[in-house]
């Protein structure tokens, strides 16, 4: 009796302080990926940026045409950045939260297995009996 007890108390440890350990690690690990994958922070930091670094120089001397095209011209460049980073931003905040709500539900889900394999039993035999 006494070998039972204790391999019940271990199950009791293991399923409730034990695996939810590792459960919350690998949540934050696919947490960190989505941050690193969609590099969101330095998405952020670099919002107004050109895109793909094109940039135009303006040159030697003053040049009205010249220097309104340059002008015009990174500015799209860096409309285009913008509008390319905020989707890319979007994307990724759209992931975490998917992420997020997964790792909760499967966390929930994990604490709430023996509860609802006792459940089970208890529906099945009644049906049964």
């Given amino acids: 009796m006494i070998m039972a007890q204790n391999i019940i108390f271990q199950y009791i440890v293991w ?8 459960v919350l690690a690998g949540w934050k690990n696919f947490l960190k990926f989505g941050l690193n ?11 107004f940026s050109p895109w793909r670094r094109y940039s135009w120089s303006y040159g030697r001397g003053f040049d009205i045409k010249r220097y309104l095209e340059v002008f015009f011209s990174n500015l799209i460049s ?3 950045g913008a509008i390319v980073r905020v989707f890319l931003i979007i994307s990724g905040i759209l992931f975490e939260v998917f992420i997020l709500s997964a790792g ?4 929930l889900a994990w604490l709430a297995l023996p509860f609802l394999l006792i459940s089970g ?3 099945g035999f009644s049906i049964l009996f």
């Avoid at 399923?15 to 590792?22: A, G, I, W």
């Avoid at 994958?37 to 919002?47: A, D, E, G, N, V």
């Avoid at 909760?104 to 966390?107: A, D, E, M, S, W």
């Fill in 121 to 123: 039993f208890y529906y």
């Fill in 104 to 107: 909760l539900i499967i966390f």
């Fill in 15 to 22: 399923q409730f302080l034990e695996s939810p350990k590792n």
């Fill in 78 to 80: 860096r409309i285009l």
């Fill in 37 to 47: 994958y969609f590099s969101l922070p330095l998405l952020l930091k670099t919002l």
